[in-house]
């Protein structure tokens, strides 16, 4: 089974409108943390939000927030006001604190693409 | 903030040679590192986590003898694609733990683009 799963491959969202990109994982670890990166075509792995499993409070990062419904399993990034800047591949990952295992879980990605 | 350099960022090499691709902290000391493989248009698989001064934890599916990772000091892992074939072809991308960085310790090189021809 897929720890995370992102099930939207590909969005088209105008310009200045608020996106959604969703995210699902399955760990039957306590602790764990959930990542969302973003990805340009040069390819580099950009971070921008992340929520741990203990936290209360959804995280806020500038722009981006995390929906976090932990009895869901859901941890979607909420980009406000989107910019064209925003286009690229976005990437929801895990780590689970309990296996002893540290590198993280990759969802699929989602491409999104900003049309002005 | 915390930096992680990655050479080369592209490589073209023959099929049967080996290639080696550098991943450097350079700012701080990563005890831990990691090395990904992306296929294009596909997630990130972890390939394997180096610990200074101790062998490689490979993933299941990964070969240790093909992808040799070697991570002598605390700032510096190699990981050499041995007699590379096309289907090493892919984006090797390296990221390195330091737990005062943002991403709460995870800071990723810009990647290599591995063609073997």
């Known amino acids: 089974a897929q720890k995370i799963t992102q099930t939207q491959p590909g969005m088209f969202v105008q310009e200045k409108e608020a996106v959604t990109l969703d995210c699902t994982y399955d760990t039957s670890d306590q602790s764990y943390g959930l990542f969302w990166y973003k990805q340009p075509s040069s390819g580099e792995m950009i971070f921008l939000i992340y929520q741990g499993s203990y936290d209360e409070q959804n995280a806020t990062e500038g722009r981006y927030s995390l929906n976090f419904q932990k009895a869901r399993k859901s941890a979607n990034l909420v980009i406000s006001a989107s910019q064209l800047g925003d286009s690229a591949m976005y990437f929801c990952a895990m780590r689970e604190l309990g296996g002893g295992a540290d590198g993280l879980t990759f969802g699929k990605g989602t491409h999104l693409i900003i049309q002005p | 903030g915390a930096v992680v350099s990655q050479h080369p960022s592209r490589v073209i090499c023959k099929s049967g040679t080996s290639v080696k691709i550098e991943c450097r902290s350079l700012d701080f000391q990563a005890t831990t590192m990691f090395w990904y493989r992306q296929f294009p248009k596909k997630s990130l698989m972890l390939m394997a986590t180096?610990?200074?001064?101790?062998?490689?934890?490979?993933e299941q599916g990964v070969e240790k003898d093909k992808f040799l990772i070697n991570h002598a000091s605390l700032t510096l892992s190699t990981l050499t694609v041995t007699s590379a074939h096309p289907e090493d072809s892919s984006f090797y991308i390296c990221s390195a733990r330091d737990w005062q960085a943002a991403g709460y310790g995870y800071t990723f090189g810009s990647g290599t683009r591995l063609t073997v021809v």
């Open positions: 180096s610990n200074e001064g101790s062998k490689a934890t490979y």
